[in-house]
């Protein structure tokens, strides 16, 4: 029973750890995501660490980034909320691309592309 509760508790605190790869990050990694971003018209949001069963397409009406007063860190932000880049995919050669991938991070547990027929059809704009 005790061994049954530690791994629970454990494999709860490694998906906990998992859940902000890119949120708050430098300066100069939100600038370059902020440049993309500004040319896309709509992402797919999916977290995979968080055993999500389907994201969410979200049309973007702004993007921009702020200073987060941690450490120098900087948030890029879509219609007016923070992003994490691990679980932010931009549209790509018939695929969606994980943004932190395409700029060359490496964010772990995700999928670096999906297909087109993967997330949701519909558009969602509560973000």
């Known amino acids: 029973m005790r061994k ?3 791994l629970i508790i454990g ?3 490694v998906t906990a750890l998992q859940a902000d790869q890119f ?3 430098e300066p ?3 600038r370059k995501a902020l440049a993309v971003l500004q040319k896309e018209a709509d992402v797919y949001f999916f977290c995979e660490p968080c055993n999500e069963a389907t994201g969410k397409i979200v049309r973007i009406k702004q993007v921009d980034e702020i200073d987060v007063n941690y450490e120098g860190r900087h948030e890029v932000r879509i219609n007016g909320q923070g992003i ?3 679980y932010t995919y931009i549209r790509r050669n018939g695929k969606w691309k994980n ?3 395409e700029l060359g991070q490496k964010p772990s547990m995700v999928t670096a592309e999906h297909n087109f027929n ?3 059809r519909k558009t969602t704009e509560d973000r």
Do not use: R
């Open 11 to 13: 494999l709860f605190l």
């Open 84 to 86: 994490d880049l691990a």
């Open 28 to 30: 100069a990694l939100a």
């Open 118 to 120: 993967h997330p949701p």
């Open 23 to 25: 949120a708050y990050i």
């Open 99 to 101: 943004l932190a991938v």
């Open 4 to 6: 049954t509760q530690v």
